[in-house]
């Protein structure tokens, strides 16, 4: 791309920046944004309205907040609401898209990915989610056959759960390591990050914390209450404390004191924001293998890999945290997801999509 290229960003239409409603696109969007402005380029990001966002221009938009994709089964249609924001935004894009030389798409759903060969200015889809429905697989795949390139994922194992997976470029993601700040003597608790929902599988942090009695601080939106009542009736004798949805500042303080966190997902996660953050504290990982944390952690080095859904692995990983040096987990977040690292990344993708635009 030139010098001072002009990227528009769009975001999720599942809730407002900084409100915890859409997941790890929040983070990834804020830290994209950084990392491309740092090495000259101009963004500015389009988002639901009451979005919140430090050191980046945002136009907000209104309109009905977008259903969830990863509560759908594979068959279900897609579903668009009346006053959709995120039809909004769209139509937003169409009519500034040649102010910009690059429209990029943080959104896991099917209309952006329908109106990209009917815009003027290409379009480059960063994919949030492994493969969870029929119609957005198709819809990505055609996306990839019209413009190779153009949609990328965060790793490896999120990539191996489409079928068109040699298609896709890895991105990984990246930090803003100043941040986050190293935590060499931790107190006595371990921490669960995330949205509370049933993929993320919170009652297994439960089990451990009620096996082991360590203290557990849970950090994150309540996003399905029935759900968090159920686990606390699940679990009544677990040491168990609920802190709330953190901005960065705040939750890095609190998640640098824990001894270990704990990512225990029952779907693919695409990455975990949670895991890089954490190792940026120098706080050691236990983590399913199963999706983007497996990885991220290096066993027995920064923190441990546990089979899917097996509690005993994990209560015996709290016994061995004192294996972990805390400051080789703070080196390698510093080594792999620094917000430079993750700007060059960027930055190669989507010198690709424009050069072949360009030259088609």
């Known amino acids: ?3 001072n290229s002009k990227l528009l960003f769009v975001s999720t239409p599942i809730g407002a920046l900084s409100t915890g409603l859409g997941g790890g696109v929040e983070l990834t969007l804020d830290n994209a944004a950084k990392a491309i402005q740092k090495r000259g380029h101009t963004v500015k990001v389009i988002a639901p309205i009451n979005s919140q966002l430090e050191g980046v221009s945002v136009q907000e938009i209104s309109g009905d907040l977008q259903i969830p994709t990863q509560n759908q089964n594979r068959i279900d249609p897609v579903l668009i609401p009346s006053d959709s924001v995120l039809a909004n935004m769209w139509d937003y894009v169409r009519q500034v898209q040649e102010d910009y030389d690059l429209i990029v798409n943080f959104s896991y759903d099917w209309l952006p990915l329908y109106l990209t060969p009917f815009l003027k200015r290409p379009v480059a889809h960063l994919i949030s989610m492994s493969s969870l429905t029929n119609a957005m697989d198709k819809a990505i795949e055609k996306v990839l056959d019209q413009f190779p390139d153009s949609v990328a994922v965060h790793g490896k194992t999120q990539a191996a759960s489409f079928s068109f997976h040699d298609k896709l470029i890895c991105i990984f993601n990246g930090l803003d390591m100043s941040q986050y700040h190293f935590c060499e003597n931790p107190e006595d608790y371990i921490a669960w990050v995330g949205r509370i929902a049933p993929e993320k599988g919170l009652e297994d942090a439960f089990a451990v914390s ?3 009695k360590i203290p557990l601080k849970i950090f994150g939106l309540k996003q399905d209450l029935i759900y968090w009542d159920k686990v606390c009736a699940s679990y009544p004798n677990a040491p168990v404390e609920y802190r709330g949805f953190f901005r960065t500042d705040k939750l890095q303080d609190e ?3 824990c001894r270990a966190v704990l ?6 996660e ?3 924001n949670v895991a890089i953050e954490a190792l940026a504290c120098g706080v050691p990982v236990i983590a399913y293998k199963r999706g983007g944390p497996s990885e991220i952690v290096e066993d027995g080095k920064t923190g441990w890999l546990v089979e899917p859904n097996n509690i005993k692995e ?12 805390r400051s080789v987990c703070r080196q390698q977040a510093e080594l792999l997801y620094s917000l430079e690292s993750f700007g060059k990344r960027l930055e190669s993708w989507f010198e690709k999509i424009v050069y072949r635009r360009v030259t088609n």
Do not use: C, Y
């Open 270 to 272: 695409a990455f975990g």
């Open 255 to 257: 998640l640098g004191r």
């Open 314 to 325: 994990l209560v015996a990983s709290v016994s061995r945290l004192d294996q972990i040096n």
């Open 263 to 268: 990512i225990t997902p029952h779907w693919i």
């Open 1 to 3: 791309m030139k010098i």
């Open 210 to 212: 009620e096996i082991t």
